[in-house]
């Protein structure tokens, strides 16, 4: 049976509505339905596009995402032109999406996109680091301990990282780079891209913490160095604050030696060693 219907993922502006491109205007136009993360932006987005879609719309988040998907699948087999649409860049990256394409694309359902605006993109052009070869990690782990190990995984990347962190998370999480990157790593924050009050402060990880610490808000788009082709030997006072770094963030001092070891690439008998000698010197003065 040939399926006719077609599922288009739309890019929408990250800010700015004037980012848009036209075709966004055309494909709100011509939906039968449109899935939308927030059906309350995309009053204000069509609004601000000057476009009255005749399409019915149905929200489409995380919360029900698994639930809508069946139904926007048989509507798309079908024959109908599904629009889906996020509350900022492209669907499926780091937003509602994937489901719905992977169940389209096993129906044998046509999935396009209709490009735009990509945070991603956009803070790598602006962050004055290497962009030649990048990797996008996503949102990190909200949980202190998971998002050490994913970071860990990270340590030895040596392409540009991009990441998305909600602002109440961001100065932990840059403090956390700083424990497994090195506090020196060069980073970029891109806060509220496109919009009125954008801001892209650059430095080393540390410093950019420190700074976080204060409070940020808005969106955040965070691009970190990638490991340098020849990373220096840690010394034994490095070695130290990066288990200290770890244990404070509920990780076991056994597993945080090890993974120090790993990271730096040194016997994890050195980093013990240097542990011990760092806990009996702070004897000693008291």
Sequence with gaps: ????????????????PEDAPPRLATELA??????AEDTRRLRRLTQALGVQPTARVVSYFEGNESARTPDLVEELAGG??????TDAGMPSVSDPGYRLVAAAVKRGITVTAAPGPSAVLAALAVSALPVDRFCFEGFLPRKPGERLARLREAAAERRTLVYFE???RLADSLAAMAGVFGEDRRAAVCRELTKTYEEVRRGPLRE????????????V????????????????????????VREEAGEAR?????????????????????????????????
Excluded at 1 to 16: C, F, S
Excluded at 80 to 85: S, T, Y
Excluded at 208 to 219: C, M, P, Q, S, Y
């Design 221 to 244: 788009t965070v691009v970190v160095e990638g490991a340098p082709q020849d990373r220096e030997r840690p010394d034994a006072t490095e070695l130290f604050r990066r288990v200290t």
């Design 30 to 35: 011509a939906a039968d339905v449109i899935a």
């Design 1 to 16: 049976m040939t399926v006719t219907g077609l599922l288009v993922l739309a890019g929408t502006p990250i800010g700015d």
């Design 80 to 85: 109908a032109r599904v629009l889906l649409v």
């Design 254 to 286: 056994k597993e945080a030696i090890a993974a120090v070891a790993r990271d730096a690439g040194v016997p994890k008998r050195e980093v013990f060693d240097a542990v011990v000698a760092a806990k009996n010197s702070a004897n000693n003065s008291e």
């Design 208 to 219: 950019l913490a420190d700074w976080a610490a204060d409070g940020v808000r808005g969106e």
């Design 166 to 168: 909600a602002p109440h």
